[in-house]
């Protein structure tokens, strides 16, 4: 098979103590998953019933250690520290009881948010997508297997932004916790190997500059260290 330009190669993910990388498939982003940020937000996070689900390119994951170039077209870009979910094995309608098995993995990400298009959006009532997909816009940390460290349950999770705290939280404070999530997200659509799932913020996120440090870290699982260029 030929192409009239070279086809594009799937991002992929350091995965801790090994040679071999986690190929990116699909990227989910819940919302509003810590109470206390839902609530800062003034949105609430209005039941358990209905998830606040969105999509990022694959194209928009950076590394550990790179740059994000500061997006075109915004005035205000905030970082989200959150526990991310790799998935390793394939479900739909998957049952909670069962859902960790579908688990290959946990890392540290920031979901990159352009808050004041977020605005916008909402104020318009349009699609969200511009807000949350640009280059740069899912930064994800190694991920540790969950052979290696199990299922967390509890652990600290912060954000430093030129070595001061800015965000600080724990993961047990998740509305949904990853089994419910993998449960609830399977129901809409089949989850794949190579999917990941950025899974909530707590309170605090604010925006950042260039030429700022970002530091994010959770307790047993890893760390995330990137620079605004």
């Known amino acids: 098979m030929s192409f009239n330009f070279e086809p594009w190669t799937p991002p992929s993910i350091t995965i801790r103590n090994s040679v071999v990388r986690f190929p990116l498939r699909r990227i989910y982003t819940i919302g509003r998953n810590y109470a206390d940020h839902a609530a800062e937000t003034g949105l609430g996070h209005k039941g358990r019933s209905v998830p606040g689900v969105s999509l990022k390119p694959p194209d928009s994951l950076i590394g550990n250690g790179d740059t994000l170039i500061y997006p075109p077209a915004t005035q205000q870009l905030d970082p989200e520290v959150e526990l991310v979910i790799a998935i390793g094995k394939k479900g739909v309608n998957i049952e909670r009881k069962t859902a960790l098995k579908h688990i290959f993995g946990y890392a540290v990400g920031f979901d990159m948010i352009r ?109 995330l260290r990137i620079d605004i260029g």
């Open 115 to 223: 808050r004041d298009i977020m605005r916008d959006c909402i104020a318009n009532e349009h699609s969200w997508d511009l807000c949350k997909s640009f280059a740069g816009a899912s930064p994800v940390g190694e991920i540790s297997p969950a052979a290696d460290i199990g299922h967390p349950k509890d652990g600290e999770i912060s954000l430093k932004v030129n070595g001061e705290i800015r965000q600080s939280g724990d993961i047990s404070a998740l509305i949904w916790d990853p089994a419910e999530i993998v449960s609830r997200l399977s129901n809409y659509s089949e989850l794949k190997p190579g999917d990941i799932i950025f899974t909530g913020t707590p309170k605090g996120p604010g925006p950042v500059e260039k030429g700022d440090l970002l530091e994010g870290s959770i307790s047993g699982i890893g760390s």
